[in-house]
């Protein structure tokens, strides 16, 4: 048994004086002996049980204290411990207290201890309580008597010291007491501190513990964060300056790889108290814990929760034309850029993937930015009212639209989506709504059979496209006379409003200037011009073509230009007969130069084969201006039987007869088995054709001749006359003036 210190007065002891007594009051003298040793005994286990209480309790308690402090755990974190802690001190109890109290300290038991520490019983102790309790008549009460009178003389010797150990006692009691002191010092000292304590370990308060370094940090509700999926999240912490700043700041997260570290980095200077860090979480997929640790503050229990952000699910663009186009409302796909008539209304509806709490949409133009539509929506005071013409803009749920009337210029619009996580769309939302103008008519017109000059009398007539991107509203050819007048001659459009006119050769526009009334000698500028119906700018767009600059000349003098140009003609085409004549007399092996000995008939014969081909484009040619000379004519009222029949039937369809058909055909026989000798007289075939009509050139430049012969006769005998005239006028006012 443990000992406890006791003096002698506190046990009772008997003295020796009473060894002398009978057995009966020897019986009780020992029993009194061992009712003091019992009453001792349980007086030290209360001693020291309640002092282990008060040791376990106070190390539970700072145990807990740092715990808490330094870790700041949940509330169920603390409320295990606490539950922990009283479980722990009621076992401690019940194992050092009650169950000790509980168990009997009867006699012999006790007689047996002090037998141990004292040697000098003998046994005599323990043999005279057993024997006294009865149920052994058979022991000699002379034997019995000695055995007490013997156990009886030892009560003298019996020492506390021995039976208890009073210092280890003594010792448990005063550290017991030293630690409830502490804590009750504690509570004195610093009662916000045990306040606190108490509040998180006993009510399970949140409350936090206060510190040297004081950190904050940003984005975080209720401990919570929502990000983007994928997004890179920049955490910011921001240090109290007016407190400790602790030169490292570490940002600890959890995901499905276990925890992670990594060091924040400092974020310029103090500023409103508050020093910066921060670090940036790349790519975050998945929902982390975060902890943060910097001096001797912690902030735990954050959590980034990772969401889908909104995105956009449809954008739809229509717009109605404006009304000099038609009005009209219509669809258009959407694109980076988007392309729409002028002065269009335009209509934006943007749909979420996700429900909206904010949204907007910006147009900017010019450095200029302007909120087309909010959500949720209002109206500022510089705003105009929403009436049924001009509604406000509309959003609701994960909707947004908006308008924009009259559209000019170009327009970068910009959505931004915030869902009702706060989080904002990352992919930037933003296109270009490009006002195309509405362009002038195009005018793609030219004359046809006229050249530099026109008689009196003639039709010019005009072919050619006038075209409109919408529509056009007018066309005229305007007719303007040097140092004269101006006169402006409609042109009527197909439909009334087409955006297309087409003025074909079977169908020219005719212009006639003989209402003009002009001499020759004058000149004559012609122009076509359209307008369109915009009317955005208060005027309509107008196009014009090219200006012609004509001369006006008499007859007499068209018909010599003509006749220059037969000429001219007519030397084109002894060129090719000639050009073809000379190719075909070396396949012959004949002409003016000798054939080559290591030319090959193959290769003379493919050059004659060029040479008919270039000869019947020449002759195409040749054909077609001879038929334009013949419209010239006919244009300006020159044109008669005869010299339709020589410049057409004897000059024009020949020549197409002989590019279409003769020489073609030539140029495929070159190209055949043929021998030299088919080539050549297939080519004399073709140039006798060619002759031919060279020959009607020829009668036709004699023609020409003859008539140029009259022509001066006339003209000699038109200067007789008015020099006739002349001379009867002098004679008359010589005759007036005689006396």
Known sequence: MPAVATSPTETGFVSGRQAGLPPGEGIVTLRRLLDSLRQQTRRWIWVESLALVCLAGAAVFWAALAFDWLIEPPAWVRAAWAVATVVGLAALLRSKLFGRLATPLDDAALATVVERGHAGFRDSLSTAIELS???HEDVDPTLLGRTVAEAVSMVDQVSPAVLFRRRRLVGLAILGIGAAASIGGLALARPAIADLWVQRMVWLGDDPWPRRTSLSIEGFSAGRRKVARGSDVDIVVKADARKIVPEVVDLRSRGAAGWRTDRMGMRGGVADDLQAFGHVLKSVNEDLLLEVRGGDARLRHL???????????????????????????????ASRIVQIPRGSTVEIACTATKPLSAATITAAAEGREETLATLPAHTTASEPAATEKNPPPTAAGGRIAARIDELDGERTVVVQLTDTDGLVNQEPISFVLAALPDEPPQVAV????????????????LEGTISDDHGLAAAAVTLAVAEGGTSTLPIATATGNASLLEMTAERPFRVAIEPLGLAPGRTLSLVVTAQDGCTLDGQANTGSGDTWTLDVVAPEALLAMLEAREIILRRRYESCIADLTQVRDRLAGGGASAPDPTDSATAAAARLGEAAARAAGETAEIAAAFRMIRVELDNNLLLTPELETRLIIQIADPLAGIAAKDLPALSVACRGSFGPAELVSRTDEVLARMRAVLDKM??????NEVVELLRGMIRTQEEIRIETLKRQKQRAREALERP
Do not use: K
């Not at 449809?314 to 009304?323: A, D, F, K, M």
């Open 133 to 135: 309790g009865g149920g």
């Open 446 to 461: 030219r004359m046809l059979g006229i050249s530099t000059a026109v008689t009196p009398r003639a039709t010019i007539p």
């Open 303 to 333: 959590a980034l929760v990772v969401v889908d952000a909104p995105a956009l699910e449809s954008l739809e663009i229509r717009y109605t034309l404006p009304t000099y186009l038609g009005g009209g409302t219509r669809q258009v796909p």
């Open 698 to 703: 020829m009668e036709l430049e004699s023609f």
